[in-house]
């Protein structure tokens, strides 16, 4: 299904030629000409697939044409065929599989909210436990995960998995904190590298990773708590510093996060994705009619923005190229 409406015979502005919804709502809301450079006007909003029950983890395999995606309540990841537009199941039983991501070898890497760990598929198939706790105890449930040119696996571990069965398995914390993780495969070293954070959820590094911007969902489900992203400056060794607010997110919260070469940062939220500026200005929205949980940049340009959003699979195509490795 494409949502498109005809482009006006002569628009005299080029806003006029903006794809619309069924809602009647344009697609696009540019709210400073930034914006303007990133979309193209007539670009269709399209919803690619439908029918799940929380959609999530959208992580592009240019290698195979292809789109892996976690449903969430359903315990699946799922497969979207670029080519053919078909969606397979890709794995059953995923523990609640949420975020995912790839590696420098281009594997699968995968956070496992409802078992609490974060895995790795291997080109054979088989699954390899990353990382399952910290010190001794479960992690509450990882939530996603970016690698960084260095091989390391940093990732998010919120309590969601552990507090409702819709999207993990209830059961008590073992770690009393929400906090962000760095994990070194090579040797196994598992740091905290930000433990101040009520929710940290989406997490994307900067095109030349100076510098980490990390989610907190907090709002969900305590609306004392904070809808925002952070920004860190990364250290040579792997360590944190500053983390203020780089934008505060409405409506809804703030979700999966990804950064385009120029450095713009793209958030799931309530309403759509919302795109930011580098200096953290809301500049345009592209509005999904479902609230946009997560997105990944792909296709062979890598211009294509793929969105999970509540029940359906959307896609657009846009005028800017994500920053994913490989
Ligand atoms: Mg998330």
Redesign the pocket.
Known sequence: MTYASPVPAGPRDPRDTMTHLPTGEPVYDVLDDRFMACIDLVAQLERLATGYRWA?GPVYFADQHALLFSDIPNGRILRYDEHSGAVSVFREGSGNA??NTRDLQGRLVTCEQGVGRVTRTEPDGSVTVLADGFEGHRFNSP??VVVRSDGSVWFTDPSYGRETSFVGIPRPREIEGDHVYRLDPATGALTVVADDFWKP??LAFSPDESLLYVVDSGYLPDPAGPRHIRRFSVREDGTLRGGEVFAEITPGIP??IRVDEDGRVWVGAGDGVQCLAPDGDLIGRIRVPEAA??LAFGGPRRDRLYITATTSLYAVFTNVRGVQRP
Request: hydrophobic share 10%.
């Open positions: 999530e949420n975020g939530n996603d959820n989406g979700d999966g949980a997560n």
